[in-house]
């Protein structure tokens, strides 16, 4: 098992469910320090007791960071009780979903405030201890919506808008060794898919149809991709968009078999099936 993070202090806000509990928990299995904080304190507890459970190292906080006094109280007290943080990573995020012609100015303060406003009152609490770091990262989880069109249009505005951020923080910082990146799913199959799933049992195979690999990414599938970026195999690398969306911008297999028919996604050199 390779300790890439060994010594090393990683925040994940969001980190009490899903993709960021998945990547709370390969940081500490590669020797992380691992503070999770979520706004749901319970999961928080939960996430750094398991952790902690299989013999990694972890703390839970409840932090709401759609607030700056509760990000600036929380930031301030790892300052306090002297912890540095070399790794940030934001997960949170809101998508509304109701048709563009129905949203209202409530949805569309709620999708910006959690996806882009947390992430950026996050970044600016944490800087002074990133900067105490030899070697900072941040991580902000996107999505593929902040690249092009897939619905959603407030949540896609403002993940366009942290890939945006990320890269003037890169270019900012870089001569302070804080590097920022950003993580651009595609559908991960979470919790909230299982929920439409009782609703469209056939959902999952249908959406699965769509992408170029043939399934759903998983919360691993992230997570790695997360811990890559914060680590020092990503020594040189800031102001990216790594995507870990199964292919599905990299072109469109729709269009392709229109023009070309299914014969385009056979191989004659193995038996495997195509989906
Ligand atoms: N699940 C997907 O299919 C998918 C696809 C693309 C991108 N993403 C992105 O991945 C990230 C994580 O998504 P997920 O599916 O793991 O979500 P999730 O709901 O499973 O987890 C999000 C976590 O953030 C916490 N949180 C929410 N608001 C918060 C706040 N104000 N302060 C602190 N914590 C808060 C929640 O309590 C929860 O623990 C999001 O940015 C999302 O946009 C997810």
């Known amino acids: 098992m ?3 993070f060994a010594g090393r202090v990683a925040v994940v806000v969001g980190g009490g469910h899903g993709i960021g509990r998945a990547t709370a928990e390969v940081m500490a299995r590669e020797g992380a320090h691992v503070v999770v904080a979520d706004a749901d304190a319970q999961s928080a507890q939960e996430a750094a007791c398991s ?4 013999g990694g190292s972890a703390e839970g906080h409840e932090v709401d960071a759609t607030d700056a006094s509760s990000i600036g109280r929380f930031f301030y007290a790892l300052g306090e009780g002297g912890r540095g943080v070399d790794v940030l990573v934001n997960c949170p995020a809101h998508a509304t979903d109701t048709h563009f012609e129905r949203f209202t100015e409530g949805d569309l303060d709620l999708d910006l405030t959690v996806t882009l406003k947390a992430p950026f009152l996050c970044i600016q609490a944490a800087m002074p201890l990133l900067l105490k770091s030899d070697a900072a990262a941040v991580v902000s989880v996107g999505s593929v919506n902040g690249l092009g069109a897939f619905g959603n249009e407030a949540y896609g505005a403002a993940k366009a808008g942290l890939i945006n951020l990320t890269k003037n923080l890169a270019l900012r910082y870089g001569p302070h060794r804080v590097r920022f990146n950003v993580v651009a799913p595609g559908s991960i199959h ?3 898919w299982d929920e439409r799933m009782a609703a469209e049992p056939d959902i999952l195979d249908r959406v699965s149809r769509v992408y170029p690999m043939r399934r759903l990414g998983t919360v691993d599938d992230v997570a790695a991709a997360c811990a890559f970026l914060a680590s020092s195999d990503a020594a040189w690398i800031t102001g990216t968009t790594l995507t870990v969306d199964g ?3 990299a ?4 269009l392709i078999a229109a023009i070309f028919g299914e014969e385009f996604f056979q191989t004659t050199f193995d038996e495997r099936p195509v989906a």
């Open 190 to 192: 979470t919790g909230s």
């Open 2 to 4: 390779s300790e890439r």
């Open 247 to 249: 292919g599905i911008t």
């Open 51 to 54: 952790i902690r459970a299989g």
């Open 251 to 254: 072109g469109n297999s729709e």
